[in-house]
Structure formats: C-alpha cells, structure tokens
C-alpha cells in the first residue's frame, strides 16, 4: 500500500488526535474539496450505504456549515461548526459539535494543507475539552469512517484531475 492511501492517527497529548494523510493532488483541489458543497457530498460519505443528505459551507471566518448524514436504514447523524480561520488553500481553524454529543463534546479543528510538489499532505488536528471526550471519539470508530471517506476523496481528487 503506498503512503498515499495510509491514514496515520496518533494521540500527541490527552486532549488530542492527528490525523494525516497523502493525497495525489495539489492543495487547492484538496482545499475546494473541503469548502465545496458540491463536492463534499461526493466524498464525505462515511460508512457503506451512508449519504451527505445536508451539506451547507460558508466558508469565511465566522461562517457556518452544517452536515446531516443518511444511514440505509433511515439513521441519521448531524453535526454543526463554525469556521475561525479560512486560509486558501492552507489552512481552516473549526469548531465543531455533533447533534447527539456522543461524549465528545465541542472539538477544535485545525486542518493543515501541505503541497509537496503535485502532493498534499494532509494534517488535521482534533483539540478535545478533555481526555474523556478525546477517548470518547476514538471509540466511535470515526477513522474507520475517515479511512473510507478519503479513499472516496481520492477517487474524486483523480476524477477532477482528469486521471
């Protein structure tokens, strides 16, 4: 498996997780993957059988966005965050919220966006309140989730790219 296709999680203190990951396309695609309605809703699927069915962005510091997903069996899971910082094609600073809390409470998200050459390598960090909260989130299975939404990414990344 080459680096592109591994999701690398680690815990670097008690309220944190790093995710990262490379992508096969420059960052301002990745970017717009990110801030675009009409393409998160390609991706950002989760979990087989899952649908974006709410996908509202506005990206711009102290924007809002709002994502409502669609379960096979009529389940469904929202979550709300606020934009801090919109830098093109960079970096975002969020917080976010889910419906139903889950235990996680509110997150502080920094998600960094590194060209290396035609390359992006993704970093994003998830600042919980506490450590509870932190674990809380592990144990939902969300990078099981993570790790099939960015393989639906990186076949949209090819899509847009011609590839």
């Not at 790093?18 to 390609?42: G, H, N, S």
């Amino acid at each position: 498996m080459s680096f592109s296709t591994t999701l690398t999680v680690a815990t670097p203190s008690d309220l944190e997780v790093t995710i990262e990951r490379m992508f096969d396309a420059p960052a301002d695609m990745v970017f717009d993957c990110y801030t675009k309605p009409d393409l998160v809703r390609r991706w950002m699927t989760g979990m087989d059988g899952w649908w974006v069915s709410t996908c509202d962005i506005d990206p711009r510091p102290g924007g809002t966005y709002r994502y409502v997903w669609s379960g096979p069996n009529g389940e469904s899971m929202g979550l709300k965050g606020i934009f801090h910082e919109v830098e093109r094609p960079v970096r975002l600073v969020t917080t976010e919220s889910f419906d139903d809390d889950f235990g996680m409470g509110k997150m502080l998200i920094e998600t960094a966006f590194h060209a290396e050459n035609d390359r992006t390598r993704l970093k994003q960090t998830i600042t919980y309140e506490s450590k509870g909260q932190r674990d809380a989130s592990l144990a939902t299975g969300m990078t099981d989730g993570m790790g099939i939404s960015f393989a639906s990414l990186d076949a949209l990344l090819a899509e847009l790219a011609g590839k």
